[in-house]
Structure formats: C-alpha cells, structure tokens
C-alpha cells in the first residue's frame, strides 16, 4: 500500500449521494440497502466519471495491493471501506470509496471494516512505514511501529490477503529486476533487507523510469 491523493469528488456522483439520501430520508439501515438494491440502475458509483477520477488517483493502480489494473475500464472494481450492507447512506460517498483489482475487493468479500484499524490510504501518511517489504516478495508488518500500529498493518495484509500466492511472485521477479540495476543495486546492498527504503515507491520510480526508456 502507498499514500494516495485524494481528487474531488466527481460531480455526477456527488449528485447521485445527494438524491440518493433524499431518497432513503428516514429509513432504517435495511431498508434504505434493499432500497439501493432495488433501484441498482438509478443510482451507481461505479460510472465512467468516477473510473476517470480513480484512474488519475491511483496511477490505475489497485489501492491495496498496488498492482497495474490492465484493463482499468472494465476490470477496476469500487471497493467500499464501510460496506454498503452496513452503512447504506455511504453507498455514494467519496470518501468511502476506493478502488481496488477484483482479486483484492473478492478476498475481502464482504469482511465488516473495523474503523479502528483500517488504514485508509488516501488519509494515512507514510503509509508504506507500516510494512515491510521483503525481497523474496513477501510484506510483513514493521516491527519498529507501536503495537496498535502493527495490528493496523497485520489487520489490512489479512483482509485483503497481501500476502496471495500470485502477487508474492509477483513482487519477487520484480525485486530481483529491481536489483539488476547497478543504480539502485548499490544503494540498496547497503541496506538491510527488511528497511522501509526498500519500498514499493522506489518499484514504481524504477517501473516508470523503464517505460519512459521504451518509450511507453
């Protein structure tokens, strides 16, 4: 996970959050979700306004396990930090949304959010000083934090499964890619393998600097 900056809300969906709770005014919490579910088409989150602003937020990146979203137009999938079932009149709101891989929104499932560990990129600075970033590809939590800290970080590796098969792989190729560059290799030999420099943001720095080269 890395800091994500939040853009303003889109337009369209600041106006389906307003009409919607307009709409579901005095209702209580399962009516107003059996009220979004039976009027699906009416009101929607996941709109091409709101994949655009995603799209700039996250770099087309999933805001969990950071991975490139390939086809972000169709594969993106809105994940919701306090679940619609739950906290229906949130269903539409910006802040509350985030968007994720359909891997990570599917392990979650529909797992409850617990607002006192949950770690909200787009609020958390530093947010990467919470794990650690392994080269066999592996994230652990970072020891080094207070104890409520790590139960945030081992919190969020469980609920969205950081930790899957296919992205340790993954990370792993990509680390090892990483550390072929004589730049970044004699920076990084100097470091112990577990430190917070070795970090994603310096991934994506490498990722980028790859594809400006090829001319991408």
Known sequence: MMKLN???APKALSKTNKEFKTAIAGMNT??????????????????????????????ERCSFCTKLIQDFDDAMTVE????????????????????ACATCNTKRSARAHDPTKYL?????ENIENYFCFWLDGMITVNKTLTKQEQAKAEYMIRLYQLNRIGLVCKRREFMRDLISDDVFYNKLKKLDKSSQNIIFLSVFTYYRRCKEENGE
Do not use: G, V
Not at 33 to 58: G, I, Q, V, W
Not at 82 to 99: R, V
Not at 120 to 124: C, L, Q
């Open 120 to 124: 909200d990129p787009s609020k958390i």
């Open 80 to 99: 919701h930090i306090q679940l619609k079932k739950d906290y229906p009149k949130k269903i539409f709101q910006w802040s509350n949304l985030l968007c």
């Open 30 to 59: 399962k009516e107003a979700y059996d009220f979004y579910k039976s009027h699906k088409r009416k009101y929607c989150y996941n709109t091409a306004e709101t994949k655009l602003h995603f799209r700039k937020m996250n770099q």
């Open 6 to 8: 939040r853009t303003y």
